[in-house]
Each structure stands twice: as structure tokens, then as C-alpha cells.
């Protein structure tokens, strides 16, 4: 078994082996999920909670289609972050949860490293489904299953993500998974959107879109939030999309065979053009989503056999003590 | 009286600059000289250093307002084991001490409870608002020994200015924490590799450095005596050096967790490494720890600030900063001798003397005439720190289940015996 990991906290902590294991567990589930009947029994008989600190309807929907496709009992808990006193339930929330037994947790929070601190506190496998700007393991691995299934490896690719580094997520984790992978990886935004440091995670970055997407193999777009738009990072919308928006001029740049990706939702106009975002020749932004589910049924199928496998033992240390 | 013998001891003196094999007498809780009575009880220190007492300003005592953290009993037990014979407090409590009526409870209360000398500090403005002046005045009549915001930077400039200039009138000594506010607002990081990959929001270094070029550019239109509580990165610490050479009354400290740690030791989101300001590079560590070997820094404090196991156990940007350090500030600096980075004496006029000086105290040094506040320790006995048996109502330490060098064996305030090991 390549998988060993007791929760899915971030990439940083896989190594490639793992990450293969789950991307190639998932292609099966994609060809499973093709079928008019799209049921296994992995997770049967076990307990599911998707508690989301953040509002998220499209994570939280494949989260929850996985669960179901794999037989578990699904429950959702939105808990919204604005009404409550946050850190005080988020542990006590934990320990709530972590008496009725559940056995897979998927957690997102606004703030960076809250997952994590909550999996310290609970004895079930625990999925972070986004953690304030650290962490979307998740969203890495469909993004790289994506880019696998399109360009047949994930190795000595050129990979430009493009757009709000700064507070993305997704773009950490990315270039934690591209790297491990042995792929290229360059950042492509405004400085104000861009880490003073970048050019120290081992990417290159660039201020210029021509120059970063210069033969590039794979385009990722990353969403601008609408509250960065209005002169506290940029100037404006408009001249964001004309310097760093995704249009036919600038994806000349890349290789003709490049793919567009973007992790959704889309501001058309903004981060990227239309006609793009659905040239299907390109975009392969609605398979991100098909992968998305694939890669969170494998990842939580693998992370049930191991906890299995972990109560297994626990069960016969115990019986040999007694 | 009594009268006191330490035998067979390895002297520190930090202002004469070394440390010797010798014998120190105390008579009536005064240091009397090398030689002693017939009648003193004799401690045979069996080659161990005795050195003066640690004077560590800027302790939060967590009363008035809370004392579940830390009491007054508490910090004073604490600072004993931690070989500090004199706590100077924060005035950050709830409320904050800015009246001559607060001022004297916190006096009261020290005096009931502390094992060592208490001296308080009062807040700069009223509330540490940074609106209107405390009464400046009153306070230094009722005891005050420095005045301070803490960590609340008085943005307003104006406000600021007119402070300095009362305080400069009545000689007093004023404390900034000089952090540019708005730069350094919901920071819980330092800018660089580690906090943006971790996704922590993150302040550049260069907000102390803006912050220490206003604090002392009202101290030069002002002429007040002005101590910053902490500089901890090298570009500050350029603007301090030349700030001395123009010969403006400007002192500067530094925390002994920003000599110790860096940014990294914060690892996997470990919040009892969450301090103010934020752990630096180790390119800055080194710097700090530069400055306090040639003096350029001239203290070192614990800034001990007590927090609870609730107000810890969040997700990091929302957790309370800070972190207890009376009982491991003397074992942490060992950390920086046994380096070779800085000498027992040297690092003694950083904990003794100069902040002793500062304050106008006749501490911090093995004088005759000078108070018998002293602490015996043995250097180099290794030990394990467990959290839980700190004597602070909080545990919040950096270096629980650290190996650590560095033992006080007994502590003295004024000839009588607060701690022995």
C-alpha cells in the first residue's frame, strides 16, 4: 500500500508515490463514475460529515456526491463562521462531532492550519478541504489527475498558474504537487497578487503574461476575489484583464496543444475570456470537475483502508493484552 | 542583622566586565565586600557562578482583570526559580494600570504576594488608547519606574510628541513597541518563504524599522529618554546604532524568544511560537544576537506574557500572541553562551546591570554597598523542561520538552533566600 497518510492535511507531507497511488485509484473511479451504475461499497457502513467554515457549494457537492457513490453515510454541517465564536467551536465542534463517531471528516476554515488543528483533536481520518490560503489538496490532485489524463504524464511539463497567488490555496498546493512531480512550474501575476518571496519556492516567476506563458504545456487560471478587485491590489478589473486576463493573444503564447484549466468558479471577463473558458479543443475546465469527484473517492477510500487497518491493530493489541 | 558567606564561588560581575573564583559577603541584605563576619551562615557554592540578580522589565502580571493567568504570587515564585529578583510590569492589564489609584493596588498587591522586588510600570495614555495622556506626574510620585502603551503603537503622532515632551520634563523614562500599526495589522508571521507557504498573513520586517524611525525622530524633537521593549531585525537595529552615535538617550531591548527561535520553530501551526512581534528570520536572530554581544542591544527580558490553554488552542492567526519566559529566560541564554556567542558577564550586563541602570536602580551589580540580590547557578546541568511543572499559572511555553543547560540553584532578594533549587 503506497498510500500511509492518516489524514489528507495538504500536500506538502505526501511523497510521489502516494500521490500516484491515489491518481491512479481515482482513474478507475472515473470510468466507474461514466457508468449508468455508479455504486461501490468501499465506505459502507461508515459516517461521513462535510463541515464547511466556509461557504462552498461546488466543493462541498462532490464531497458529498463522492461519499454517496462509495456507499457512506453522508451528513453536511454548514457551520457559518460570522455567527459563532469562532476557535471555541472549532475545537468544541470537534470534540461534538468526535463522539458520535464519524469516521470521515472533511473540514474547510478560513484560516491556515485550522484542519489541521482540529485533525489533533479527533480519532477519525480527517480531509481538508481548504484551509484559509495554506492548503486544497484535494483541488491539486484533480488539477494534476486532469493534467495527467490530457498530457499522458505529469513529469517535465511547463505549468503556468496565473493570476492571485498571493491568497490562493490552490496555488500552493499546486506547486507542492508539480514539484514533487518533477514538473516545471511558473507564477504569472501582479506583483501586488504575488509573494515577496516566490522566487524562492523553486518556480519562476513573471510579471508579464507573454513571457510566463512562453511555451507553456499547461495554463492554469486562478480566480480573482471579487473583494481584491477595486484598487486594494489592483487598479481596477478592467485593466487587470487586459494585462493578466486569459484571451486568445496571450494563450498564443503557449504551446498550441496547451490546456486552459481553472479551478472554478469562473469570473468570465475578469481572469478569463469566454470564448476560451469554453473552446473545448482547450479548456478542459468541466473535466476538473468530472476528476474532482474521482480524486475525492479515491482519496477517501484509501484513507478508510488505513484507518481500518489502524483500528484492525488497535483491536488486537488490545485483545492480546487482555 | 543577618550576614551572609558565599565560599568558594565563580563571581560574574558585569561591570567590571569578569568573572572570578572567590568569596562575596553580605551583611544586612547589602553586599559588604570579599571578606565576611566570624558569625555569617556560610554558602558553599562548590564552584557554581553567583551573579547579580536578573532585572527583567516588561512582566505581564495578568492583574487586575486576570488573574486565572498569572497572580502576583504566582509571577513572583516563578521569577525566583528564574533567578530574577526584580519583575518591572507590563501595564497591559484590564484594567490598564493608568491612575495613581491602580498603580497603588498593583504595588499593594506585589508587596503581599512576590517573593522578589516588584516595580510597576504605567501606561503612556490613558487606557493605552492612545488618545490622552495619563497622569505622568502622579504616576512617577506613586511609583512608577517607566511608562508604556505596551504593544498598543500610538499612531498618533501628535499625541505621541506631546507624551515625550511632558515626560522628558519629569525625566521620565518612556517604552515603545515600535511596530508601524497599520503595516503590521492582523500580521501573525514574518513576510518570507515560510509564512506565505504556510499561508499565515504575514508582516515585512520593515514595519519595525518604520516604526523605530518615528518613535525616535519624536524622541529627537522631544529629548525624552526613550527604551524600545524589543528590536529584532538587523535593518532596526541599523537605525538604533545610529541613533546612539548621535547620542539621542535611547536604550533598546530584546526578548529572549527572538534569541532563540526563528520563524521556522513555528512548524506545524504551533501557537505557544506565536509572539510579538512575530519570530524572525535567523538571518535577523543573528543580528539580534550580535547586538547584544557588542551592547548595542542593551537588554534582555523575558516578556513574559502569560496566556491560557484556551486562548491557544485556535487556528494560528487567531490565537493569543505571547508566551511565559521568568523560569526559562536564564536557561534559554545559556543556550547563546554554551555557543560561545556571548560571555557570562557580558550577558549579565544585559540581564542585570544595564536594566538596572536604566531604571536608575542600585541593582545589578556585586558591589559593596549594592542590594544582595543575587542568583547561584550551575551553568551547565542539563534538564528537560516539562510545562507543567512551571510555576506560572499558564504554561504557554516555546520550550516545553526541550533539552536546556542551565540550573539556578538559589536566589536572594536583599540578603534572604527566595529560592533554592
Not at chain 1, 122 to 135: F, M, S, T, W, Y
Not at chain 1, 231 to 250: M, Q, T, V
Not at chain 1, 283 to 302: F, K, N, P
Not at chain 1, 306 to 322: C, I, M, P, T
Amino acid at each position: 500500500m503506497a498510500f500511509r497518510a492518516r489524514h489528507l492535511l495538504g500536500i506538502e507531507g505526501l511523497g510521489p508515490d502516494e500521490i500516484t497511488s491515489v491518481l491512479d485509484l481515482a482513474d478507475n473511479y472515473v470510468d466507474l463514475n461514466r457508468q449508468d451504475v455508479k455504486h461501490d461499497t468501499a465506505l459502507s457502513g461508515l459516517t461521513q460529515i462535510n463541515m464547511f467554515f466556509e461557504n462552498s457549494t461546488r466543493t462541498q457537492a462532490s464531497f458529498e456526491i463522492a461519499g454517496k457513490r462509495l456507499g457512506a453515510d453522508v451528513m453536511n454541517m454548514a457551520v457559518d463562521s460570522s455567527s459563532v465564536k469562532k476557535g471555541e467551536t472549532l475545537i468544541d465542534t470537534a470534540l461534538t462531532l468526535n463522539a458520535m463517531h464519524p469516521d470521515l471528516l472533511v473540514v474547510r476554515h478560513p484560516h491556515s492550519g485550522a484542519v489541521s488543528l482540529l485533525a489533533q483533536k479527533v480519532n477519525c481520518a480527517v480531509l481538508n478541504a481548504g484551509d484559509g490560503r495554506h492548503e486544497h489538496p484535494t483541488q491539486a490532485l484533480l488539477d494534476a489527475l486532469t493534467i495527467r489524463r490530457a498530457k499522458g504524464r505529469l513529469h517535465r511539463l511547463t505549468i503556468a498558474i496565473c493570476g492571485d497567488i498571493a491568497h490562493s490555496r490552490v496555488a500552493r498546493s499546486n506547486i507542492w504537487l508539480l514539484s514533487k512531480m518533477e514538473s516545471r512550474v511558473r507564477l504569472v501575476g501582479p506583483p501586488t497578487l504575488m509573494p515577496s518571496d516566490a522566487a524562492d519556492w523553486g518556480v519562476e516567476v513573471y510579471g508579464d503574461m507573454a513571457e510566463g506563458l512562453k511555451d507553456a504545456d499547461v495554463v492554469m487560471m486562478l480566480r480573482l476575489q471579487k473583494e481584491r478587485m477595486d484598487g486594494g491590489f489592483i487598479p481596477s478589473e478592467r485593466e487587470y484583464f487586459h494585462r493578466f486576463g486569459l484571451d486568445p493573444a496571450k494563450l498564443a503564447h503557449a504551446k498550441d496543444d496547451a490546456i486552459v484549466m481553472h479551478p472554478g468558479p469562473m469570473n468570465r471577463g475578469v481572469e478569463i475570456d469566454g470564448t476560451i473558458a469554453d473552446d473545448i479543443n482547450r479548456s478542459v475546465i468541466q473535466d476538473q470537475v468530472e476528476m474532482g469527484v474521482a480524486v475525492r473517492m479515491a482519496a477517501m477510500r484509501l484513507l478508510a483502508e488505513n484507518l481500518r487497518a489502524d483500528r484492525a491493530e488497535k483491536a488486537s493489541l488490545k485483545s492480546v493484552d487482555a | 542583622m543577618s550576614a551572609l558567606l558565599f565560599r568558594n564561588a565563580r563571581l560574574i560581575d558585569p561591570e567590571k566586565g569578569i568573572e572570578s573564583l572567590g568569596t562575596l559577603a553580605v551583611r544586612d541584605g547589602v553586599i559588604s565586600g570579599p571578606t565576611g563576619m566570624d558569625d555569617a551562615e556560610v554558602v558553599d557554592c562548590d564552584g557554581k557562578c553567583l551573579a547579580p540578580g536578573i532585572v527583567d522589565i516588561g512582566v505581564k502580571v495578568s492583574e487586575p482583570g486576570e488573574r486565572h493567568k498569572e497572580s502576583f504570587g504566582s509571577a513572583g515564585l516563578a521569577a525566583a526559580a528564574g533567578g530574577i529578583t526584580t519583575i518591572v510590569t507590563r501595564p497591559d492589564t484590564l484594567p490598564a494600570i493608568d491612575t495613581p489609584e491602580t498603580l497603588e493596588f498593583v504595588r499593594r498587591r506585589a508587596n503581599e504576594a512576590s517573593p522578589v522586588r516588584v516595580l510597576p510600570m504605567a501606561s503612556l495614555t490613558r487606557g493605552r488608547q492612545g488618545r490622552e495622556m495619563s497622569e505622568i506626574g502622579f504616576l512617577l510620585d506613586a511609583g512608577a519606574v517607566a511608562f508604556t502603551d505596551c504593544d498598543a503603537f500610538c499612531a498618533n503622532t501628535k499625541v505621541f510628541s506631546r507624551c515625550l515632551t511632558y515626560a522628558a520634563s519629569l525625566g521620565a523614562l518612556v517604552i515603545g513597541h515600535p511596530q508601524e500599526p497599520v503595516l503590521s495589522d492582523g500580521a501573525a508571521a514574518t513576510s518570507g518563504k515560510f509564512a506565505s507557504l504556510k499561508g499565515l498573513p504575514a508582516v515585512s520586517p520593515m514595519a519595525e524599522r518604520m516604526g523605530l524611525d518615528r518613535d525616535l525622530a519624536v524622541v529627537e524633537m522631544t529629548g525624552a529618554r526613550y527604551h524600545a521593549d524589543q528590536i529584532t531585525t538587523a535593518r532596526a537595529l541599523k537605525r538604533l546604532e545610529r541613533a546612539k552615535d548621535a547620542g539621542l538617550d535611547v536604550t533598546a531591548g530584546v526578548s529572549i524568544h527572538h534569541l532563540t527561535l526563528n520563524e521556522l520553530d513555528v512548524g506545524d501551526f504551533r501557537t505557544f511560537f506565536k509572539v510579538k512581534p512575530p519570530l524572525r528570520s535567523e538571518q535577523d536572530r543573528l543580528s539580534a544576537v550580535q547586538a547584544v554581544a557588542s551592547g548595542l542591544i542593551d537588554i534582555v527580558a523575558s516578556m513574559h506574557t502569560p496566556q491560557d490553554e484556551e486562548s491557544k488552542r485556535l487556528p494560528f492567526e487567531e490565537a493569543a500572541s505571547g508566551a511565559v519566559g521568568l523560569e526559562t529566560l536564564l536557561p534559554a541564554m545559556m543556550r547563546l553562551v554554551h555557543a560561545g556567542q556571548i560571555t557570562l558577564p557580558g550577558l549579565w550586563r544585559a540581564l542585570s546591570l544595564k536594566p538596572s541602570d536604566r531604571l536608575g536602580l542600585d541593582t545589578g551589580r556585586l558591589a559593596p554597598g549594592a542590594p544582595a540580590d543575587l542568583v547561584l547557578f550551575d551553568p551547565d546541568a542539563p534538564f528537560v523542561l516539562d510545562r507543567f511543572k512551571l510555576r506560572s499559572k499558564s504554561k504557554n511555553t516555546p520550550f516545553d520538552e526541550a533539552r536546556m543547560e542551565g540550573r539556578v540553584l538559589g536566589t536572594w532578594v536583599a540578603g534572604t533566600r527566595v529560592f533554592s533549587a
